[in-house]
């Protein structure tokens, strides 16, 4: 055989060489399935079995789907991702551990990646511990997510609990069954911006909503809103607010929304740096209805309504400690 011909004989093995795909890479979109299998590529014809399984062959900013209602278990999450299972309804059980981390605390640049988490039933079968544990990362979207059934001692059903600036969004959230629906309390100088929209705070056996700041001494605050969202029959103040001494300061908005039917107060709040605003709200048939402290000022737009909240019977409507004038 000749030079040339060997040389031309062997081109197609040089090309197959060249174009075979590195086992490694980690695609841009990935699939799970209940009948799939983590020793698949997690492609939509060979699709994963867990999140665990298929975010390690997830790229980062890059997407986990579901092909079909199923339990896909607990998952870590470390880089920015999307999981989505709208139209399917994927579950995490969650039974004596956490649902879903969201913790970059180990990487080269913590707290920057985002998280979207969509279409996702979160259940901890009464011994799980955290719905969705947010302890490190940029930013965190929830849309079409119910977290239920959390119930050992201090469990929550989202722990928002950053070392550095954390944002959540929740839209059509639901959290029931918990013991703290959502506990928003950044360590160190971490801090968190929350904006809680169509979220259906409800039957959790402590508080609705916690916002505390015990041992928070950045100085950047906290900034919440409550829009359009419903905080009622928790066994706790509906939303609570504690700020002591030398902490982050705490803004917060409430509009919109019925916090009503909670054993505790509707709204606490206590501590010098507390500003709360309210507005086109009720706040019914709780314990008590409004309670400041310690120099915390809850303040009205003055188209609230605030009535019908009964301690033993007796009227304990509480009172805002000021009017905001309309701009």
């Avoid at 900013?61 to 309804?89: A, R």
């Avoid at 551990?97 to 901890?124: C, K, Q, W, Y």
């Avoid at 929209?197 to 809103?225: P, Y």
Wanted: a neutral charge; charged letters at 10%; one cysteine or more.
């Amino acid at each position: 055989m000749s030079r040339l011909s060997r040389i031309l004989g062997a081109l197609p093995l040089v090309a197959a060489t060249i174009y075979v795909t590195p086992a490694h890479a980690q695609a841009t979109r990935t699939w799970v399935s209940g009948v799939g299998d983590d020793a698949n590529p997690c492609s939509r014809t060979a699709p994963c079995k867990t999140f665990a399984g298929a975010i390690s062959k997830t790229a980062a900013n890059g997407e986990i789907d579901c092909l079909d209602p199923g339990g896909f278990g607990t998952v870590t999450i470390t880089k920015s991702i999307t999981i989505d299972c709208d139209g399917t309804f994927g579950s995490v059980l969650a039974a004596g551990t956490n649902g879903i981390n969201i913790n970059d605390s180990a990487s080269g640049s913590p707290n920057t990646i985002s998280v979207v988490l969509r279409g996702l039933s979160i259940n901890g079968a009464v011994t799980g511990l955290v719905g969705i544990n947010f302890t490190s990362g940029r930013s965190l979207v929830l849309d079409e997510v119910i977290i239920q059934n959390f119930q050992t001692s201090s469990a929550t059903g989202i722990s928002m609990r950053p070392g550095g600036a954390g944002q959540l969004t929740t839209g059509n959230v639901i959290l029931t069954g918990n013991v703290t629906g959502i506990l928003i309390q950044p360590t160190g100088t971490g801090t968190a911006r929350v904006t809680l929209g169509t979220t259906r705070i409800e039957r959790n056996t402590g508080a609705g909503v916690s916002i505390n700041t015990t041992g928070n001494t950045g100085n950047a605050g906290i900034g919440i809103t409550l829009d359009g969202s419903t905080v009622s029959n928790n066994g706790g103040a509906g939303v609570s607010v504690l700020q002591p001494a030398s902490t982050q300061n705490v803004g917060m908005m409430i509009t919109n929304s019925l916090i009503s039917n909670n054993l505790g107060t509707g709204i606490s709040a206590a501590g010098g740096g507390t500003i709360l605003r309210v507005g086109s709200s009720t706040i019914t048939a709780n314990a008590a209805g409004v309670v400041a402290s310690s120099g915390a000022q809850v303040l009205s737009y003055a188209d609230n309504r605030l009535d019908g909240n009964p301690t033993a019977g007796a009227a304990n409507d509480g009172a805002f400690t000021g009017t905001i004038i309309h701009h």
